[in-house]
């Protein structure tokens, strides 16, 4: 264990100690490291290693099905497989975790996640997901229940089952994505049913940048009358940060993981993309990863306590989901603060075309309610943004709707 408020000094000797411990099996036996890794002895050596990206992975597990190269155990010492949910089109990782790795994730949400949101063994915990292979909640679900909360799977049930249930059963936290909070919220008006009167007193949010986009997080807060928390994982990587009683970005955890943020030229930036090594994770590691998640770091004391690094604003966006309007660079997480900010927008995807080498970029909205003008939207889209973004009204259950991450940029090539 750490200490609780570690100089910056500490902290680095710590992280390097935990990486060259665990290199020591890495080096001797996966076969996928071997090929790319020397021995670190210190951080120079550290910087030198090449960066590993989704495709490398891919190519990997494509060459060597099922899981590829990047075992370092035989398969007998590895007991959960899941994998990554292919939402932005490219083939699915599988991952597998062994039974050191998975007590590894499981404590880094009871005394990270679970501890900075509140969240004791008196609650009674709600999963609004559907517990297929992708990672998901399956680790919060496992550590609530070592925590000694009451885990309550909705998995399988419709959205209407798991409104009812939430009311019925007394949740006091939920667990979603953002995006599928906000839609329960609206199916709950459509069946009589009010969730500000239930019990749920937390929510716990991962998937999408929502929760830490200020206008996303106030609705959901004002659907449910309780207090929105952010956090930030990934299939293959790990649990890597939450967000704080701050609510203003989300803290990586330093403790476990090598946070680096990089610039478009693999320099060391303020603001870029998102790098990250794990260091609990030996059976199956990842080393210096190109998360392609758009982030803005600082190591400005938080009033919380926490010792690490802050995320501003959270994930704002995917790298690769960068779209341009008349030479303007937009990620979907700007144009979701602008529309979370009209309640009577149920849902909104942003449809970015290629027409005659130019680019012209639509929202798709459904809105409930007679008034279905979008003048007002549009009006704010431009005065925030600085360009105009034409606005479609589709009808209501016309866009794609999931409980897992939602897809908020769609390309097409006319």
């Given at each position: 264990?750490?200490?609780?408020?570690?100089?910056?000094?500490?902290?680095?000797?710590?992280?390097?100690?935990?990486?060259?411990?665990?290199?020591?099996?890495?080096?001797?036996?996966?076969?996928?490291?071997?090929?790319?890794?020397?021995?670190?002895?210190?951080?120079?050596?550290?910087?030198?290693?090449?960066?590993?990206?989704?495709?490398?992975?891919?190519?990997?597990?494509?060459?060597?099905?099922?899981?590829?190269?990047?075992?370092?155990?035989?398969?007998?010492?590895?007991?959960?497989?899941?994998?990554?949910?292919?939402?932005?089109?490219?083939?699915?990782?599988?991952?597998?975790?062994?039974?050191?790795?998975?007590?590894?994730?499981?404590?880094?949400?009871?005394?990270?996640?679970?501890?900075?949101?509140?969240?004791?063994?008196?609650?009674?915990?709600?999963?609004?997901?559907?517990?297929?292979?992708?990672?998901?909640?399956?680790?919060?679900f496992g550590s609530a229940e070592k925590l000694g909360a009451l885990a309550i799977s909705g998995a399988a049930m419709t959205t209407e089952q798991r409104i009812r249930s939430i009311l019925e059963l007394g949740a006091t936290v939920l667990l979603s994505t953002p995006t599928y909070a906000l839609r329960m919220a609206e199916a709950a008006k459509d069946i009589g049913k009010d969730l500000t009167t239930s019990q749920l007193r937390v929510t716990i949010h991962a998937g999408e940048p929502g929760a830490s986009i200020p206008t996303t997080?106030?609705?959901?807060?004002?659907?449910?009358?309780?207090?929105?928390?952010?956090?930030?994982?990934?299939?293959?990587?790990?649990?890597?940060?939450?967000?704080?009683?701050?609510?203003?970005?989300?803290?990586?955890?330093?403790?476990?993981?090598?946070?680096?943020?990089?610039?478009?030229?693999?320099?060391?930036?303020?603001?870029?993309?998102?790098?990250?090594?794990?260091?609990?994770?030996?059976?199956?590691?990842?080393?210096?990863?190109?998360?392609?998640?758009?982030?803005?770091?600082?190591?400005?004391?938080?009033?919380?306590?926490?010792?690490?690094?802050?995320?501003?604003?959270?994930?704002?966006?995917?790298?690769?989901?960068?779209?341009?309007?008349?030479?303007?660079?937009?990620?979907?997480?700007?144009?979701?603060?602008?529309?979370?900010?009209?309640?009577?927008?149920?849902?909104?995807?942003?449809?970015?075309?290629?027409?005659?080498?130019?680019?012209?970029?639509?929202?798709?909205?459904?809105?409930?309610?007679?008034?279905?003008?979008?003048?007002?939207?549009?009006?704010?889209?431009?005065?925030?943004?600085?360009?105009?973004?034409?606005?479609?009204?589709?009808?209501?259950?016309?866009?794609?709707?999931?409980?897992?991450?939602?897809?908020?940029?769609?390309?097409?090539?006319?």
């Amino acid at each position: 264990m750490i200490p609780s408020q570690p100089t910056i000094d500490e902290l680095r000797a710590l992280q390097l100690a935990r990486l060259r411990a665990g290199l020591k099996d890495v080096l001797r036996s996966n076969a996928f490291w071997r090929a790319r890794l020397t021995e670190v002895q210190g951080w120079d050596d550290f910087e030198r290693l090449p960066l590993t990206t989704k495709s490398d992975l891919v190519t990997d597990q494509a060459a060597k099905p099922p899981f590829g190269t990047n075992l370092t155990y035989p398969i007998d010492r590895y007991i959960r497989l899941h994998q990554t949910s292919g939402a932005s089109g490219d083939h699915p990782l599988r991952w597998l975790d062994t039974p050191e790795s998975w007590e590894w994730w499981l404590r880094i949400w009871s005394d990270h996640v679970y501890r900075a949101a509140g969240v004791t063994a008196s609650d009674r915990v709600f999963f609004a997901f559907s517990f297929g292979p992708f990672i998901g909640f399956w680790t919060a679900f496992g550590s609530a229940e070592k925590l000694g909360a009451l885990a309550i799977s909705g998995a399988a049930m419709t959205t209407e089952q798991r409104i009812r249930s939430i009311l019925e059963l007394g949740a006091t936290v939920l667990l979603s994505t953002p995006t599928y909070a906000l839609r329960m919220a609206e199916a709950a008006k459509d069946i009589g049913k009010d969730l500000t009167t239930s019990q749920l007193r937390v929510t716990i949010h991962a998937g999408e940048p929502g929760a830490s986009i200020p206008t996303t997080r106030a609705a959901i807060e004002a659907a449910y009358t309780a207090t929105s928390f952010d956090h930030s994982g990934m299939t293959e990587l790990g649990p890597t940060g939450h967000s704080c009683a701050q609510r203003d970005g989300i803290h990586v955890l330093e403790s476990d993981f090598i946070i680096e943020v990089l610039d478009e030229n693999g320099r060391p930036a303020s603001e870029g993309e998102l790098v990250a090594t794990n260091l609990g994770r030996w059976g199956m590691p990842l080393i210096r990863y190109r998360t392609g998640d758009r982030v803005s770091i600082t190591r400005e004391p938080c009033s919380c306590g926490s010792p690490f690094p802050k995320l501003v604003g959270g994930i704002r966006g995917r790298i690769d989901d960068m779209f341009t309007v008349r030479g303007v660079n937009l990620y979907p997480s700007q144009v979701e603060d602008i529309v979370r900010g009209h309640p009577n927008v149920v849902e909104f995807v942003i449809e970015h075309r290629h027409l005659h080498h130019m680019d012209e970029v639509t929202l798709l909205v459904e809105i409930e309610g007679t008034n279905t003008s979008t003048e007002r939207l549009e009006a704010d889209l431009r005065q925030a943004l600085g360009v105009r973004l034409g606005c479609r009204v589709v009808p209501t259950g016309t866009l794609p709707q999931s409980d897992l991450k939602s897809k908020r940029l769609v390309r097409k090539v006319d």
